[in-house]
Nanobody
Framework: QVQLVESGGGLVQAGDSLRLSCAAS????????MGWFRQAPGKTREIVSA????????YIADSVKGRFTISRDNAKNTVYLQMNSLKPEDTAVYYC??????????????????????WGQGTQVTVSS
């Protein structure tokens, strides 16, 4: 079992930056692909970004491309989401998730929340205009 704990959310103004962190328990973190999702009120959960177990492959949603960056530190069992130039439409609860399956992943695979096995409790990000 893996436990994921997000932190770093908050209330910021448009144009500001935040860095979200997701700390994982357990020795198997370094074998998991990780994803960041977000869910705004009244909307479905959507992929923001994902990263392979090694950090060598990443996916970024078009809506945040050029503004958000995902990274991980396997020595610290932590995955990060650096969010720059925040916009009001980025307001949502942000969740990190772990995919324990092995092997290379397609883009469609990493974009689907159904393919992730463990989830954090989420952290609220609110961007005011």
């Amino acid at each position: 079992q893996v436990q994921l704990v997000e932190s770093g959310g908050g209330l910021v103004q448009a144009g500001d930056s935040l860095r979200l962190s997701c700390a994982a328990s357990g020795r198997t973190f370094s074998t998991y692909a990780m994803g960041w999702f977000r869910q705004a009120p009244g909307k479905t959960r959507e992929i923001v970004s994902a990263i392979s177990w090694s950090g060598g492959t990443t996916y970024i949603a078009d809506s945040v491309k050029g503004r958000f960056t995902i990274s991980r530190d396997n020595a610290k069992n932590t995955v990060y989401l650096q969010m720059n130039s925040l916009k009001p439409e980025d307001t949502a609860v942000y969740y990190c998730a772990a995919d324990k399956s092995l092997g290379a992943k397609t883009t469609n695979w990493v974009r689907s929340a159904n393919n992730y096995d463990y989830w954090g409790q989420g952290t609220q990000v609110t961007v005011s205009s």
